[in-house]
C-alpha cells in the first residue's frame, strides 16, 4: 500500500490516505507510457500542411528555350520545381497522424503514470477545496501553503469553473477532471493534486475514475 499526504488549504496535514499499487499496474511500464504519450502527441498535430506539385502550378508547359548551343543549363517549363515558383519535386500532403491504442492499454497508462507519481512522492491531496468566484490569488496562496514550486495538476472530481478560472492564468498550472487526466499531462506537471472526492474517485477505480464518481465514496 502506498500512502498519500492529505492536507487542508492552509498547507498542514490532516491525515494520510492509501491505495493499492497492484491496481495502478503494480509498476512502472516505461514502455506502456512512452506508447501512451506518443500517440497522444501524435493524434494532437494537424496534418494539414500542403504544398503543391509541378502538375498543380499554373504556367505553361512550353519549353522555355532549345535544349542545346545556348550557353544555359538545360531547362524545361517555368513550372519545374528549381524555378523560383515552381512546383514542389517530393511536395507535402495532407495526412494522418493518428495513432490508435486499446482502451484497456489507455486506461492502464493512466493509472501506471499515477503510479509512478506516487513513487516520486510527488501527489498529495487537498481536502476542503472551493472557490466561491475565480480568484487567481487565492490559488496562488493554496500552492504557497503546499509548498509547490513547479508545475502542477489540478484533478477535480467534476468540472469547477471557479478552480480552473484561478489556475488558468498561473503559468505551469492546469486544472482538469479526474476522469480527464491522462499520461500526457499527469507526466508533464511536477506535482500532481487532487480533491477529497477526486482521489476517492480515482481510488475506487482507477482505470474508469467516472465510475467512481457514480459509487459511494470509498472511506
Excluded at 21 to 45: M, P, S, T
Excluded at 106 to 126: F, G, I, Q, T
Excluded at 188 to 215: E, K
Aim: glycine content about 6%.
Amino acid at each position: 500500500m502506498i500512502e498519500i499526504p492529505v492536507y487542508d488549504k492552509d498547507g498542514k496535514q490532516t491525515e494520510t490516505l492509501q491505495i493499492d499499487e497492484a491496481l495502478l499496474g503494480g509498476k512502472v511500464n516505461a514502455r506502456l507510457l512512452k506508447q501512451a504519450i506518443v500517440r497522444y502527441e501524435a493524434n494532437r498535430r494537424q496534418g494539414t500542411v500542403a504544398k503543391k506539385s509541378r502538375g498543380q502550378v499554373e504556367g505553361s508547359t512550353r519549353k522555355l528555350y532549345k535544349q542545346k548551343h545556348t550557353g544555359n543549363a538545360r531547362m524545361g517549363s517555368v513550372r519545374q520545381p528549381v524555378r523560383k515558383g515552381g512546383g514542389r519535386a517530393f511536395q507535402q500532403v495532407p495526412r494522418d497522424y493518428n495513432k490508435d491504442m486499446p482502451e484497456k492499454m489507455r486506461r492502464l497508462a493512466r493509472a501506471n503514470a499515477v503510479l509512478a507519481k506516487l513513487l516520486d512522492k510527488e501527489v498529495m491531496v487537498v481536502d476542503g477545496l472551493s472557490f466561491d468566484q475565480p480568484k487567481t490569488s487565492q490559488f496562488k496562496q493554496l500552492l504557497q501553503n503546499l509548498k509547490i514550486d513547479a508545475t502542477c495538476l489540478l484533478a477535480t472530481a467534476r468540472y469547477d469553473e471557479n478552480a480552473w478560472k484561478s489556475g488558468r492564468n498561473i503559468e505551469g498550472v492546469e486544472v482538469s477532471t479526474v476522469s480527464q487526466i491522462n499520461p500526457w499531462n499527469i507526466l508533464r506537471h511536477r506535482f500532481l493534486v487532487f480533491t477529497r472526492d477526486a482521489f476517492q474517485a480515482f481510488a475506487a477505480n482507477p482505470m474508469n475514475p467516472a465510475a467512481g464518481l457514480q459509487q459511494p465514496a470509498a472511506a
